[in-house]
């Protein structure tokens, strides 16, 4: 919803998300399949740790990789 958009809600609750799957499987990696027009959560991804792997084919589209 628009109004709450760069108040930095989504980039806390992944990174919630991510210390929570840190804890559960630890030693494992942790990606996120991102469609390439998306900057908001590339940012999102980037700024909680994830970096870019490459391009990877999920569902039968060409998105970017990232893991952390």
Excluded: C, M, Q
Excluded at 6 to 14: F, Q, R
Aim: aromatic share 12%; proline share 3%.
């Amino acid at each position: 919803y628009r109004p709450h958009w760069g108040n930095g809600y989504a980039s806390e609750a992944a990174k919630a998300a991510l210390t929570f799957a840190k804890a559960k499987r630890p030693g494992e990696r942790v990606v996120a399949y991102i469609a390439k027009g998306n900057v908001a959560s590339i940012r999102v991804a980037e700024k909680i740790g994830l970096t870019l792997e490459g391009e990877a084919d999920f569902l039968g589209e060409k998105d970017w990789l990232y893991a952390g």
